[in-house]
């Protein structure tokens, strides 16, 4: 085993309030994949920011190469060769691949202008060493695919002469395909001596490719160890100091009428003479790839697009979806995927977050009452333990496993009967994913009807009473939860031979 | 202070506590500096001359809310006034019927705005910058350049008359504030506008009418542009297709110095409040004591600078990295 590059012992920082981090050790080997798991909230964002140069930790020493050092700012570390890749991908999106990879220290000339033909090569030759041959370096970024920003990225960070990649859970917005070549670049930059930091949530991808871990739980240390040492149960129970006895706790609940029902709906351009019929109490999961028209689907029944022909039923009468308020009034509640954008106001508190779908509940005539929004919001904090300081706390401050509670918990105000639900544990710690999936579970069980979209798949089987798979706007195969696969579902969802062999085997 | 105690609320209650120390020291330095200054009399005056930008303001401080902007106030104000020198003196119609019938015209401007902003998604800025324009050339088209005068006594109670010692249009004024106060603060619609303005797709996914939403608040700054504008019109005697030209820069400098940011989300009819009453004072305070115009308005926009400065530097402190 090599020498550490990057060493941390006795790290400790604190915020207003919060203890973030206390007595971390970690280190960085060249030539090794490096995986940091926590749940959300455990202090793992702190840390790669202290390693990155954003923040300065209070106690501890840091040593480079044996040497000790303090950076002032991320431009330090990254001169010092530590880079690193955050989950919103920092590029801009109006400049080519080239100009964003050269960013700030472009090739000159010997006028000290831009040498734009050495730009461009030396830019092609760089994404070429990662063996990345498709990628046009003049295009620009912004109508790249997000794998390919990702590449584009991680290429910047190279031509930094990068010796210790951090990645800020690079596959949470990737699709299978991408995600399979961002292991390969890994895989190739550690072969060539890169010492890569690698966060995620996602535990396979884990065993797959790093060959240490550490995890933390609550800003502590529990451990670092050979990955080979461990195994998933194993290192569940580390990050949340208890175990797991299912992760996907559904169980049989009485499935009632049919409560939601769809006939040859269609809303161009992605949502394509579907039919569907949901009861109470079950939980219908929706899979398909990216792009397969799901969230396309649940913005027409939840009204945001409304349906151009077909007809919708709700408990047997057929309805007009105009508005998303129309739907509420039906009792329509959709939380939708991004929680950032689409299902949350983060820079408002979190009682205003609660109630924000549901004023009319918590005022009379129009004047709000303080007293029931607080009352709601503190029911909401007991019901889905968010770990919040209080319930005037910005929704932003909170993790990403409590946001999701929050963004659940605000349509769950409304009393809805019928609960659309889109990527509910999307970039969620393994803790947080449990509880949304209990709450899930006991929601059908008092009679809810549920729509999950997934694209997780063990998700989508755990979860699901019966399971849709789309693609290209349309429904094209339904299987019981009893007769579903992994494989047979991933099958249905890429190509159309062996969606119509799934369908058969029904 | 508990952790309880939500950031958002400190932060603009600190801006208007930094409003309200420069509004006493102002009163201090030109109650010593202009001797006229401090009298009652010209206080209540200048509450007088204020009350049209102050109107106008409450509106915008809404709109601005919600990360939109209404730069066409100035024209459905000289419109509004246009209209009730038409309805009244060519139409023949009556006078209090002409004063509603211009204020549904300002409503009807601002309602237009509100329509083209919400159903063809055109930016507000640029479209009330559009009917900036267009509203201006069918006052001056319909007024041709005539002045109408010779109102009856009665109508300049509104503009030039008192009650209870204090003129007409303070208690207006204050009655607008106390209202928009109130629906600001203490109603799902004023939670509404932040909503938007800080989120307008999270807004949208809530179930929350935002077109309606924004409709309403376009209208209304119509409605207050024209009631602004009949008031106006009593103040001065008589009507003008170039009345409220520039008004729109007024406004919007008293919502911003009172702390709405333009960004949207932020914002409070109190300092809206103090924003023009601050900016007021400024002005007769200065011209009392003998400083000429533009160097009023170069204190002006140095006092605006500085408490938008204050108010960076106090957001910056309070880690607003979310």
Redesign the interface.
Known sequence: MSDAILKLAGISKSFPGVRALSNITFDVRAAEVHALLGENGAGKSTLIKIMSGVYQPDEGVMTLDGGTIAFNSPQEAQDRGIATIYQELLLFPELTVAENIFMGHAPKNRFGAIDWSTMREEARKLLASLDIHDLDVTSMVGTLSVGNRQRVEIAKALSHNARILIMDEPTAALTEHDVERLFGIVRLLRSRGVGVVYISHRLEEVFLLADRVTVLRDGEFVATKPVSETDHDGLIEMMVGRRLDALFPKTEAPLGDVVLELENVTRQPLTKDVSLKLRAGEILGIAGLVGAGRSELAEVIFGMTPAESGTIRVDGRNVRIGSPSAAKRLGIAYVPEDRGRQGLVRPMRLAENVSLASLGRISQGGFLNRQSEATLARKSIDQFRVRASGIDQIVSKLSGGNQQKIGLSKWLATEPRILIMDEPTRGIDVGAKAEIHRMMSELAQEGMAIIMISSELPEVLGMSDRILVMRGGRIVAEVDRADATQESLAAAMMSDASASMAVAAE | MS??????MRLTVTHELVLLIALFVSLAVLSVTAERFMSVGNLLNQGRLMTEVALVALPMTFIIITAGIDLSVGSMFGLSAIMLGVFWHNLGVPLPAAMALAMLVGTAAGFFNGLLITRLRVPPLIMTLATLALYRGLAEGISQARSVRGYPEWFFVLGQGEMFGVPTQLWILVVAIIIFWIVLT????G??L??IG??E?????????VDRIKLIIYSLSGFMSGLAGVIFVSRVSTTRSDMGTGLELDVIAAVVLGGTSIFG?VGTIAGTVLGFTLIQLLKNGLALTGVKGDATIVVIGTVLILSILITNFLQHRR?GD?
């Open positions: 952790d309880t105690t939500a950031p958002r203490r109603t799902t619609f939670r509404s932040y909503a800080h989120n797709t999270a807004a949208r996914y809530s179930a929350i009418k989300g880690g979310g």
